[in-house]
């Protein structure tokens, strides 16, 4: 079965700073990866998604993720972080169907 | 386009009572999944349907937990009884072939 390993619980960065938010998978097929973002008391919102293609994919407010075959992973990144990025992101996989999610990463953006 | 709908938004219960939760998916997604969020954790699936048919309910604690898509649209996920560890949020989704799922709100569930 397919699963996601999110292994930084929390990341801190300062306003401006560039953001690496780090995601790993395992699967057995061709993954379809996904990023989400949740907000406090809100659904999870969908950021960008890895099918086939081009290995750097751009994605809503600025975010890009690179897909590393070798490596499974699937970091989620930003140039320049702002404060309303802070929030809990969490990775997705999919491989038969059924989509399977890591932990979550909060980010928090200081000023 | 309207997105996927849930009601309620927020249920409170005592431990034993039953409890029913609604999902309206987006028009035309043969694809509906049900998640179970506890508070400080990524979303763990629980059900995922395929038109009115279960493609996936390996998840899903079936000795108090059920859920019914009887028309390939709408759903609801049923728990009876609750216990103290089912309070969570549960998210709906829905998808079709070809694209990421789209998440409701959510119904926060509190069980005392």
């Known amino acids: 079965a397919q699963s996601v390993a999110q292994p930084e619980d929390q990341v801190n960065v300062a306003e401006g700073n560039p953001l690496t938010v780090k995601c790993t998978y395992s699967?057995?097929?061709?993954?379809?990866l996904f990023w989400y973002v949740q907000y406090p008391n809100r659904g999870l919102q969908f950021l960008l998604k890895?099918?086939?293609?081009?290995?750097l994919v751009k994605g809503s407010y600025g975010f890009e993720a690179e897909f590393n075959k070798s490596q499974t992973s699937f970091h989620l990144k930003k140039p320049s972080a702002l404060v309303s990025d802070s929030a809990l992101y969490f990775c997705a996989v999919r491989d038969t169907g059924d989509m399977r999610f890591g932990a979550g990463t909060r980010l928090t953006v200081k000023p | 386009e309207a997105g996927v709908a849930q009601s309620p938004r927020y249920k409170i219960i005592e431990k034993r009572q039953s409890v029913a939760f609604w999902c309206n998916p987006i028009s035309g997604h043969a694809t509906l999944y049900w998640y179970q969020q506890i508070l400080g954790q990524g979303p763990k699936l629980l059900i995922q349907f395929q038109n009115n048919g279960v493609v996936d309910d390996s998840q899903l604690p079936k000795d108090r937990f059920s859920a019914e898509r009887l028309k390939g649209v709408d759903s609801t996920l049923k728990i009876q009884p609750a216990k103290l560890e089912d309070s969570a949020v549960y998210l709906c989704?829905?998808?079709?072939?070809?694209?990421?799922?789209?998440f409701g709100q959510g119904t926060r569930l509190t069980v005392v």
């Open positions: 989704a829905s998808r079709t072939a070809n694209t990421e799922a789209f």
């Open positions: 890895y099918i086939t293609g081009d290995n």
């Open positions: 699967v057995s097929g061709n993954p379809y």
